[in-house]
């Protein structure tokens, strides 16, 4: 749950503690003698990035997005857990004890990498080196791109799309209602990498989402 720096409000700051998946007694040793409406602007964004977790679950639009440039049902989603999959309903998915690195990556195969470094960077070499054995893939991450990994997926990539708003992802505490449309203000603009054989459609269904790019031969 990450927010601006300029707009987190007490609202806001309550709802990314509740979210986090903390227990209630992390919570408790993170906001002790901690007057919420008192803290500054830095300091509610220190709290949250204290807060922060790489269980960040992607909102329906993308997965229906996912769903029609592959015009079949996720195959696979690399990085998941049963939670997530309430929206995904991919055919197969790893969790983290699966360790989704070591395993061999087929079929329509989407990836919600998590975000923490260098977790992220791993996950970008990984689905470079599947690309050549799987069907196609879309890998949904925050937009870093002076990153070298990410710059790895740049290079290598059929298409990119920097969509026009900002996605708020989902997790644990997020009531089913939201998890269509999360509510809050994330803090980072986001970008989609598609490698497949289908880079037509991709974009037929990209248009009015964003801006696409084509890699440079």
């Known amino acids: 749950m990450n927010f601006a720096q300029p707009q987190i409000t007490i609202e806001e700051l309550q709802v990314a503690i509740v979210r986090s998946g903390k227990s209630k007694a992390a919570i408790a040793r993170l906001t002790t003698n901690c007057a919420l409406e008192n803290l500054s602007q830095a300091d509610r964004a220190r709290l949250i990035k204290k807060i922060s977790t790489d269980e960040c679950y992607t909102p329906e639009l993308w997965i229906k ?28 998915f790893f969790t983290v004890e699966d360790n989704a690195l070591v395993q061999p990556w087929t079929g329509q195969v989407w990836c919600n990498p998590p975000f923490s470094a260098p977790l992220i960077g791993k996950f970008a070499d ?17 937009s870093s791109p002076n990153s070298l990994w990410n710059q790895r997926l740049q290079q290598t990539c059929d298409r990119m799309l920097n969509p026009s708003g900002r996605t708020q992802f989902w997790s644990k ?18 970008v989609l990498f ?5 880079p037509a459609r991709f974009d037929a269904l990209a248009a009015g989402l964003g801006t ?4 440079s031969i």
């Open 173 to 190: 505490g997020t009531p089913i209602e939201e998890r269509k449309d999360p509510k809050g203000n994330n803090a980072y603009q986001q």
């Open 65 to 92: 997005f996912a769903r029609a440039v592959f015009n079949a049902p996720i195959g696979l989603d690399v990085a998941s857990c049963t939670l997530a999959q309430q929206v995904v309903r991919a055919d197969r």
């Open 126 to 142: 990984k689905f470079i080196g599947e690309s050549k054995h799987f069907v196609e893939g879309l890998f949904f991450c925050n």
């Open 212 to 215: 696409v790019f084509r890699r």
């Open 194 to 198: 598609y490698f497949g054989p289908n």
